[in-house]
């Protein structure tokens, strides 16, 4: 079973679209995230969010929310969508229970605006 | 604010050679640390941790890392590489202290290539 999972895989889209990627975990935890990975491989923090608070990273254009309908989902929409916004968007869960714990990554989703 | 460092963007080993990848931290509080790999076209997988306790922390497929609080670093350790272990590092960082949900942050990567 997979533990985070992500849909879309790929998304190709054009300038000006809203776009939603899902994501799921089935490992009963309680704090989800979104991370994106530009082309040079580097990995940044966009939202966390359990279901006493949201952090959105203040870098994060507002075009960019986060929704979770429960406690196993947190998905990501975008407005109307830039050429920048290309990238692959990483989503994750942990359990915050305690702030050592490690997270769990999904396959990604890589965007790409033309 | 929190930060880490990987100050190789590549590290080239022959196969059954030791290897190391560098990382240095800094974070205000204690540190919790953590490895990540990265196959091409995969998500992160998690390799080990430190959290407190012994400073050689030991992780999946026979790494471990050594925290070193006077360097601030915590450097990723194989006695014997393999040419499976090739793939994209990243450590990364959290403090102890503060409350929420925040998220890692992460290190810009390091690309471990195993030569045969």
């Known amino acids: 079973d997979t533990a985070v999972s992500q849909t879309p895989k790929y998304l190709v889209t054009q300038m000006g679209n809203d776009k939603s990627i899902k994501c799921e975990q089935n490992?009963?935890?309680?704090?989800m995230y979104w991370y994106k990975q530009d082309s040079k491989k580097f990995l940044k923090i966009m939202f966390s969010y359990n279901n006493k608070e949201l952090i959105i990273n203040e870098t994060v254009p507002n075009r960019f929310s986060p929704k979770s309908p429960d406690k196993a989902h947190l998905n990501l929409h975008i407005n109307s969508l830039e050429l920048g916004d290309s990238a692959v968007y990483f989503c994750a869960s942990s359990q915050t229970s305690g702030r050592a714990s490690e997270q769990y990554f999904g396959p990604g989703t890589r965007l790409t605006v033309t | 604010a929190q930060s880490v460092a990987q100050p190789e963007d590549q590290v080239n080993v022959a196969e059954g050679n030791p290897l190391t990848v560098k990382c240095t931290y800094s974070v205000s509080g204690n540190p919790y640390l953590f490895w990540y790999v990265q196959y091409p076209n995969r998500g992160l997988q998690f390799l080990l941790k430190y959290i407190t306790g012994d400073n050689l922390v030991k992780g999946s497929y026979g790494f471990e890392a050594e925290f070193n609080k006077s360097q601030t670093s915590f450097h990723l350790k194989k006695p014997s590489a393999l040419v499976s272990d090739s793939a994209l590092y990243f450590c990364a960082v959290r403090d102890s202290s503060g409350g929420g949900a925040d998220g890692l942050t992460f290190g810009k990567g390091t690309h471990l290539i195993i030569q045969p």
């Open positions: 490992l009963g935890h309680d704090t």
